[in-house]
């Protein structure tokens, strides 16, 4: 009997074995695409890009305190920069500095598109100004690579967009489907100018077929395993809540302290929120981006985790969560990021106060995170309340399947060779989630590969991906011609 069920046993094992192994082995690549040649970028698209990082239109905290000289400096270098835009396209301007172009299509009955982006910019910190090995203002070539703060994030797709469709227009291309380009003015702060074109195109009853804003770029080198590039493209937004949690308690002279102090509560508090995490869980757009790039890994274990989820899929959470990216994937994340209390070396502070932001993923809400908060600290003397200006829920996702991303997946294709496009998460807040309102194909890409020093020190654009976000851009409304 025993033998029986040792024969039996170790026939299950091995057609599980059988069953992995012919998984993995049978896996197949993302199937190869060649892209097409790439259109040269136009004699002036370089200057053009120069001269917008010259000017510095850096978003202040404060947007009641805006540089009003570079602002406008950047409006009419635009309208002196593409002439055609400005005598074809109708122009609207949205709350003194955001700005919408108009190229009407000859067909009203279909949905516009709308290619948008924000030209206002980070600031440099004065004490990182030494470590740029070039003027964060000054636009130089070299290299070429066109650098300066904004050359990524988010003036090349702005310039892109700008001289793609200078481009068609003086090749007399005419589309079908109406062409929006919004730009906004703060994104890098409130964002109030896109809140502000949104509500001026629902004003007009308007939605979009399709919503492009920056976002997810090309990878060559953040997925170790997977030798061809990737293209992320962010299809849902996690959502952004914050909380603030208080303690009181009668503080003193710091020479006879209590056994405990409202900061020791406060730092217990944080202890046993930091220990455990929310709980992980693998989302449709992440599945799929999974899906996408499981025949591909070089890596057997990996890849064989991927194409067998239904027995690993708790070995791929933990690969996935190895990193801070891969983990905020996974689940809402929840992280201190200020701590107040005290005013005196000798004095016991009776107020403590932590502010602790969290981004929740989808299929989750801020009650739930609320709650789990609650639960975690397990401790009524700590008061919590959401606090904050930005507290929005988990966006929508995309349909990877809608005619949005089948766009932008084409487009995509044609700049990069045995790229694998993929849907992923939107760790980061942007612009676009407004146009959510008014849009279900929001999709966030920028067609760069492997961008370096947005928000960061020797932001620079390699021409060859300037060229790539121009022939992608002219792609897209091309394509609005059919
Ligand atoms: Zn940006």
Same mark, same amino acid.
């Given at each position: 009997?025993?033998?029986? %069920? ?51 239109? %850096? ?151 399709? @919503? ?28 952004? @809540? ?73 070995? @791929? ?109 939107? %760790? ?55």
């Amino acid at each position: 009997m025993l033998k029986k %069920i040792f024969g039996l046993l170790t026939i299950i094992i091995v057609v599980f074995i059988a069953i992995i192994v012919f998984n993995t082995l049978t896996a197949k690549p993302w199937p190869q695409h060649k892209a097409t040649a790439l259109l040269s970028l136009p004699d002036s698209a370089i200057a053009h890009m120069s001269k917008a990082i010259q000017i510095a239109t %850096i978003s202040p905290e404060d947007t009641s305190h805006i540089d009003t000289i570079h602002f406008n400096q950047f409006n009419q270098f635009v309208e002196k920069s593409y002439p055609l835009i400005h005598q074809q396209l109708k122009k609207t301007t949205i709350n003194k500095y955001s700005y919408i172009y108009e190229w009407k299509g000859t067909d009203s009955n279909l949905q516009p598109i709308i290619l948008m982006a924000h030209y206002d910019v980070v600031p440099v910190e004065p004490s990182a100004i030494k470590l740029w090995t070039v003027n964060p203002f000054g636009g130089e070539i070299k290299n070429g690579i066109i650098w300066g703060r904004g050359s990524v994030d988010d003036k090349a797709n702005v310039i892109a967009i700008l001289e793609a469709t200078e481009y068609l227009l003086k090749k007399g291309l005419q589309p079908n489907r109406s062409i929006l380009l919004c730009f906004g003015h703060n994104e890098e702060s409130t964002g109030t100018g896109a809140i502000a074109i949104v509500n001026f195109l629902q004003s007009k009853n308007i939605k979009a077929n399709l @919503v492009i804003d920056e976002g997810g770029e090309i990878t060559t080198t953040k997925l170790k395993d997977i030798t061809q590039p990737v293209a992320m493209i962010g299809v849902a937004e996690k959502g952004y @809540v914050t909380f603030e949690l208080s303690v009181e308690k009668p503080g003193g002279h710091s020479s006879k302290p209590d056994k405990e102090t409202a900061i020791d509560i406060l730092s217990k508090a944080l202890y046993q929120l930091r220990k455990t995490e929310m709980p992980s869980h693998i989302t449709p757009p992440v599945k799929e981006f999974l899906n996408r790039v499981s025949g591909s890994s070089t890596d057997f274990i990996k890849k064989m985790a991927l194409n067998n989820m239904w027995l690993f899929e708790g070995k @791929v959470k933990s690969i996935l969560s190895a990193t801070p990216e891969g983990n905020a994937m996974l689940r809402t994340t929840i992280v201190p990021t200020i701590i107040e209390s005290g005013v005196r070396e000798n004095v016991i502070p009776t107020n403590a106060k932590a502010i602790v932001n969290c981004r929740i993923l989808t299929g989750e809400n801020t009650k739930d995170v609320e709650e789990f908060i609650r639960k975690q600290i397990n401790d009524n003397r700590v008061k919590i309340k959401i606090s904050g200006d930005f507290n929005t829920e988990p966006s929508a996702a995309t349909d990877f399947n809608s005619p949005a991303f089948k766009e932008v997946e084409h487009a995509i294709y044609s700049i990069v060779d045995n790229v694998i496009p993929a849907p992923y998460i939107m %760790i980061g807040a942007t612009d676009s989630r407004n146009y959510r309102s008014i849009s279900n194909g929001v999709v966030n890409f920028s067609p760069l590969i492997d961008s370096k020093g947005y928000h960061g020190i020797d932001e620079q654009l390699p021409i060859k991906d300037f060229q790539r976000a121009f022939n992608f851009f002219t792609i897209v409304l091309q394509d609005a011609t059919k």
